[in-house]
């Protein structure tokens, strides 16, 4: 089975930037729809960012206008761009591919 790979979360201010990757090891990428999910300590696991096989991307009320998030059919990758990030972004955040297949996760802290 195809495996997902984050990286890229860490501790940032309240205002600063950071940018989460995401790679696969499946044979066939550019057939999937990918996504962005979150999830925060005692909450339910929430959809941020999605992105259409043809590149059309779609996001959540909360992050719109401040996420990114784009996709490298050759490179078998997806970015999620995070800029004015807030404390309320504290999360652990997924890849997913095709609505079934999940990274592990990549903490993303936002905190002064």
């Known amino acids: 089975q195809a495996q997902l790979v984050e990286s890229g979360g860490g501790l940032v201010q309240p205002g600063g930037s950071l940018r989460l990757s995401c790679t696969t090891s499946?044979?066939?990428?550019?057939?999937?729809?990918m996504s962005w999910f979150r999830q925060a300590p005692g909450k339910q696991r929430e959809l941020v960012a999605s992105i259409t096989t043809g590149g059309n991307p779609d996001y959540a009320e909360s992050v719109a206008g401040r996420f990114t998030i784009s996709r490298d059919n050759a490179k078998k990758s997806v970015w999620l761009q995070m800029n004015k990030l807030k404390p309320e972004d504290t999360a652990v955040y997924y890849c997913?591919?095709?609505?079934?297949?999940w990274g592990q996760g990549t903490q993303v802290t936002v905190s002064s």
């Open positions: 499946a044979i066939i990428f550019s057939i999937h729809p």
């Open positions: 997913n591919m095709g609505g079934t297949i």
